[in-house]
């Protein structure tokens, strides 16, 4: 037996693409798949790892890896499928050289997520097989299994994760990395190029290959039954599993780690053997609708929901009818979430709302910007949506209807997918201003480097495109690049810029106040000046509270120095004490 660890279950991943013999992952960070990749960083002498700009070029980069006869991964999170979906679709046809899989981790209970999407669904769909682990130690082994199935069936596989596995903890053993051989490639352009006619054959040998899958699942050994009292049975799979063995841990299960296709034959078989059969699955009925299409009678649903995490507590409650007075269960205090002390999009959201405008809003640390106090943004719906959505409201009411509206957007975020939404904007003659809130990382997912920040996932030194230039090459003639704090000049060139009949777009690049580790300025507040005018507390700095009469104080322990509150207090009440190093 080897080494025994401790590993989240994103780590634990990282070291099954290790032991695995991956050569080749690339991914787009997304909570809470983004560990897998930070991990996999230490195995850089035998593993390629990078940051993709978006999850489509993710998936296709893996592709060609494995096209050319290794193993290869990408991952991201739920939504970022939704990016990957168009090679997804055809990969599927097209099945692999190399080992192939797609990691995507599932957000039940929307942590940090716009959408509780069931990526199970979008797998039957698309005709991909899925592999889901319960816990750190099947994640590193079913992810070397998934490589196997993925060579041995010709098909590109998904492994299914949720945020409760990527981030619980549990014990790993520790196995050598086998490599095998690169495979050979051999060019066959009925496999791999899909065309109409080339894609209707392959149809059919995918339709034979899933069935082929479906058939050997009844006998894989990552579908496991476990026969105790036959009065309850449970069909389950990945955390819910954990869940059913703590409520019930007299009940037999049958635990899927295959969840499409699924196993026929191993779950008639099972349900026969039990007197009441139970699905417990989180999000979708996807388990539960095709068991109960092949008339097997179960209860799922019915009892429990399709919204957010499971718990044993709720099985104890919907299944063994438990009263265990959780009904109304004592509330924290609230919490409600805040732009960090000194972040810079505070004063772009302070400067918007002053001048009372509308912000289409994108996916970052500033969809905060649509709470209170700041209450700037509007809309947020997916990655690159803000300006395309601004493009549609313009092109919907003209061009007057936009002059109190604007888009904002990230710079990891830009470079996803809102460079394409810019280029729509300039190509359609459209007008418009877009800020693009450029904090040299991206910062919601925890400060990972981009392919305009100059650092590569290993933190090797590259390229760094420059947003204002590319901003330029694709036909925008107004760029203006201006510090987040300098209130006077944002708020003057937001003023000039929502005037103009053409697209413009201002870029506010101050980085991020967490990845500034030099010593802060220190401020300080002197309430015999303060007028109580609250004037300073506007932004919603979390460093600013009030005395008990009223009068401002700044926590030093939280301000960053970055020096906002001094620049909107006009009585001389906070002054610079000491400048930063």
């Not at 819910?240 to 635990?255: C, D, F, I, R, W």
């Not at 990845?515 to 700095?541: E, I, Q, S, W």
């Amino acid at each position: 037996m080897g080494e025994r660890v401790i590993m989240l279950g994103n780590e634990a991943i990282a070291r099954g693409a290790y032991e695995a013999g991956v050569k080749v992952s690339s991914a787009y960070p997304g909570t809470p798949s983004t560990e897998i990749s930070e991990y996999l960083v230490q195995y850089r002498d035998d593993v390629y790892e990078e940051w993709a700009p978006n999850e489509k070029v993710a998936t296709e980069v893996a592709v060609g890896a494995s096209l050319s006869g290794v193993r290869s991964m990408a991952c991201m999170k739920h939504v970022g499928l939704n990016v990957a979906a168009d090679p997804l679709y055809s990969v599927s046809y097209m099945g692999v050289n190399g080992g192939l899989v797609i990691v995507v981790a599932d957000d039940p209970g929307l942590y940090s997520s716009q959408n509780e999407q069931d990526t199970r669904m979008v797998a039957r769909a698309a005709q991909i097989p899925v592999i889901e682990p319960s816990d750190s130690a099947e994640a590193k082994e079913f992810f070397k299994a998934a490589f196997e199935l993925s060579e041995k069936f010709d098909r590109p596989f998904i492994f299914r994760t949720t945020t409760r596995l990527a981030h619980s903890q549990g014990l790993v053993e520790l196995c050598e990395r086998v490599e095998p051989e690169d495979k050979p490639y051999e060019k066959n352009v009925t496999k791999n190029v899909m065309m109409p006619g080339n894609a209707k054959i392959r149809h059919i040998e995918i339709e034979k290959r899933n069935l082929e899958l479906a058939e050997a699942a009844n006998t894989l050994p990552i579908n496991v039954v476990e026969m105790n009292d036959t009065k309850i049975g449970v069909i389950t799979s990945g955390i819910p599993y954990q869940y059913v063995k703590e409520a019930m841990p007299e009940a037999s299960v049958l635990k899927l780690g295959m969840v499409n296709p699924l196993p026929r034959k191993l779950i008639e078989d099972f349900a026969s053997k039990v007197d009441t059969l139970y699905i417990v699955e989180e999000l979708d009925p996807v388990i539960e609708e095709q068991v109960k299409s092949w008339g097997i009678e179960c209860t799922g649903k019915e009892i429990l929901t399709v919204q957010g995490e499971y718990s044993a507590n709720m099985l104890r409650e919907a299944i063994l009818k438990q009263d265990l007075g959780l009904k109304e269960p004592a509330k924290a205090p609230g919490r409600p979430p805040i732009l960090c002390p000194g972040c810079p999009h505070r004063s772009v959201f302070y400067v918007l709302n002053k001048l009372k405008m509308h912000a289409a809003g994108d996916i970052g640390c500033y969809t905060l910007g649509a709470v209170a106090p700041l209450s700037v943004i509007d809309t947020t719906m997916c990655m690159g949506s803000s300006i395309s959505t601004l493009h549609g409201m313009e092109k919907a009411k003209g061009k007057d209807y936009i002059k109190n509206w604007v888009a904002v957007i990230g710079d990891s975020t830009f470079m996803h997918t809102g460079v394409n939404s810019l280029m729509n904007m300039v190509y359609n003659n459209a007008t418009g201003t877009v800020i693009i809130m450029d904090n040299s990382t991206t910062g919601m997912t925890g400060h990972q480097d981009h392919a305009a920040t100059g650092k590569t996932l290993q933190g090797d030194p590259t390229y760094a495109i420059n947003i204002q230039a590319l901003c330029r090459a694709i036909g925008v003639k107004n760029v203006y690049e201006i510090n987040a704090f300098d209130l006077p000049l944002l708020e003057k060139t937001i003023k000039e810029e929502n005037e103009k009949d053409e697209v413009s777009v201002i870029i506010t690049k101050t980085p991020c106040v967490l990845l500034d580790k030099r010593k802060k300025p220190l401020y300080t507040a002197h309430a015999d000046k303060c007028k109580k005018c609250g004037m300073c507390m506007k932004p919603g700095c979390p460093a600013m509270t009030k005395n008990p009469d009223g009068t401002i104080r700044i926590d030093d322990t939280m301000c960053t120095g970055c020096g906002l509150c001094e620049q909107l207090c006009k009585f001389d009440a906070i002054e610079l004490v000491k400048e930063g190093e």
